[in-house]
């Protein structure tokens, strides 16, 4: 599985209230949330969005509240994976939970700039700045994380099974 598009890079401390803010919470439809996604920290993001498109974070992505809103309304906004040095770590079930790829990665997150073409290769952790001709080596997950990520989250993956 691998994902590729241009990265949308953010800071430390992005918690939940600024991917989704509480004001839209009445909704749990992905589409819906999604039109809303990230308006509070970048404006223009969802108007830029591209289907494939990566976000890359700095420490502590996904601090908060533990609203599953928000990854969701990250992976129906058409990202295909979040890159961070460290992610909050109910935020990080709730991706898995839902099949928002996300990897850990202090290197990519300290190298890779806004505006940057990346690829990434979930079975080896390996993720590459095309832009600048750089790899690095992400945390690949487990075979049984990566068959939740594949089915499109863990209701899915339970169902099939």
């Avoid at 992005?14 to 589409?31: C, F, K, M, Q, W």
């Avoid at 129906?76 to 990080?92: D, K, N």
């Avoid at 099949?99 to 990519?108: K, T």
Wanted: glycine share 10%.
């Amino acid at each position: 599985m691998k994902a590729n598009g241009s990265v949308f890079k953010y800071g430390d401390n992005v918690d939940t209230d600024v991917i989704i803010p509480a004001r839209y919470l009445n909704s749990t439809e992905g589409a819906e949330l999604a039109k809303h996604c990230m308006e509070d920290i970048d404006k223009e993001f969802i108007q830029k969005v591209h289907p494939g498109d990566i976000i890359v974070a700095k420490k502590n992505f996904g601090c908060g509240s533990s609203r599953e809103h928000a990854p969701l309304a990250i992976k129906c906004a058409g990202v295909s994976c979040v890159i961070a040095e460290t992610f909050a770590r109910i935020f990080y079930r709730n991706a898995i939970n839902i099949g928002l790829p996300i990897i850990e990665c202090p290197e990519a997150s300290a190298r890779i700039d806004g505006g940057d073409r990346v690829e990434v290769d979930f079975d080896s952790g390996v993720i590459t700045n095309v832009t600048k001709g750089e790899t690095y080596q992400g945390q690949a997950f487990p075979p049984f994380m990566q068959g939740i990520i594949s089915a499109g989250g863990l209701v899915n993956y339970i169902n099939a099974k």
